[in-house]
């Protein structure tokens, strides 16, 4: 099982980004997806999820800028970041869950520059 993210980098406030988490080796139309994020010590913290029927939920900070959304035949896992903030900078992980199962992807950086 494989879990690849992609898209961070450094962007200045009011910025966006795309990332990106190609699935492999799971049947991943059936799996509950989501990103976290862990900033310089803090826990690692929910942004969204998108469950297997598509249904997505935000964390508050994410409402009305980000959104999460899953293309089952590419396998893969999207998140359209908008308006960013610098309290938004973090590394940010992918993960699928299913049936106990929950893999992690390795994290993509994303800076927010004041």
């Known amino acids: 099982v494989q879990l690849q993210a992609c898209g961070g980098g450094l962007v200045q406030t009011g910025g966006s980004l795309r990332l990106s988490c190609a699935a492999s080796?799971?049947?991943?139309?059936?799996?509950?997806t989501g990103w976290y994020r862990q900033a310089p010590g803090k826990q690692r913290e929910l942004v969204a999820t998108i469950n297997a029927g598509g249904v997505a939920n935000y964390a508050d900070s994410a409402k009305g800028r980000f959104t999460i959304s899953r293309d089952n035949a590419k396998k893969t896992l999207y998140l359209q970041m908008s308006s960013l903030k610098p309290e938004d900078t973090a590394i940010y992980y992918c993960?699928?869950?299913?049936?106990?199962?929950?893999?992690w992807g390795q994290g993509t950086q994303v800076t927010v520059s004041s």
């Open positions: 993960s699928a869950n299913r049936f106990g199962a929950n893999y």
């Open positions: 080796g799971i049947v991943f139309d059936i799996m509950n």
